[in-house]
């Protein structure tokens, strides 16, 4: 089955700080996303790779920089983070073109003060 | 654009029955992908069930089953024989077909299954 981990799982940030959110999956897909959630909403995509070394954005990727420096990871980088950037951030992957089912990782809750 | 509206914010029903929640969709092409996902009280999405447009017939899993109404760009998810562990928030999901590829989700459906 799809493994696709997240790091950290939590994490409370100060504001004008910098943010890394790691995700890493084993499992050779060649698309991988990351999504943000706010509290009751659905999912919004920030930025999304369907290869290493290069990254694309997506919807919402103003404050965000996305790095894909291998096929198994894929990380979120916040510069300056900023209060409106709490929410809770979720990767996923899949295997590639085609409308193959999204695999996510189990999230990660940022809350900038 | 593409875009997936859930209009229920949330359901209440009691165990053991049926609950159908509602999704639209908005897109131009001919053939698209139309997914559900559910969302536990621990923040885990899971893929339960896809519905391919070109298909007519309503994709079923378990107690998972879709009502596909192309002419109405509906897509509900009926549970049948609901249980207390069906308690989530349901999301309903369009794919993308350019460029990204990515889900386009809709807000969610919070179902609370009652004893």
């Known amino acids: 089955e799809a493994a696709v981990t997240q790091s950290p799982r939590s994490k409370v940030a100060v504001t004008g700080g910098k943010v890394t959110l790691s995700c890493h999956q084993t499992n050779n897909h060649d698309y991988m996303y990351w999504y943000r959630q706010d509290t009751g909403h659905g999912l919004r995509l920030i930025h999304y790779s369907y290869v290493a070394d290069s990254t694309e954005k997506g919807d919402i990727p103003d404050g965000y920089k996305a790095s894909r420096p291998s096929q198994e990871n894929f990380s979120l980088i916040l510069e300056l983070a900023s209060l409106s950037q709490t929410a809770v951030y979720f990767c996923?992957?899949?295997?590639?073109?085609?409308?193959?089912?999204?695999?996510f990782g189990e999230g990660s809750r940022l809350i900038v003060v | 654009a593409q875009k997936v509206t859930q209009t229920q914010t949330s359901i209440s029903v009691m165990e053991k029955t049926t609950v159908t929640m509602d999704c639209v969709y908005e897109?131009?092409?001919?053939?698209?992908?139309l997914f559900w996902y559910k969302q536990t009280a621990s923040g885990e999405i899971v893929f339960l069930i896809r519905q391919d447009s070109y298909k007519k017939e309503n994709a079923t899993v378990g107690h998972y089953s879709l009502n596909f109404q192309k002419p109405k760009s509906s897509i509900g998810l009926i549970i049948t024989a609901t249980q207390i562990e069906d308690s989530a928030v349901y999301f309903c999901a369009m794919f993308e077909t350019s460029g990204s590829w990515q889900l386009i989700f809709g807000s969610g459906t919070q179902l609370t299954v009652m004893p």
């Open positions: 996923a992957s899949r295997p590639g073109q085609g409308a193959d089912t999204l695999y």
């Open positions: 897109t131009q092409d001919s053939s698209y992908f």
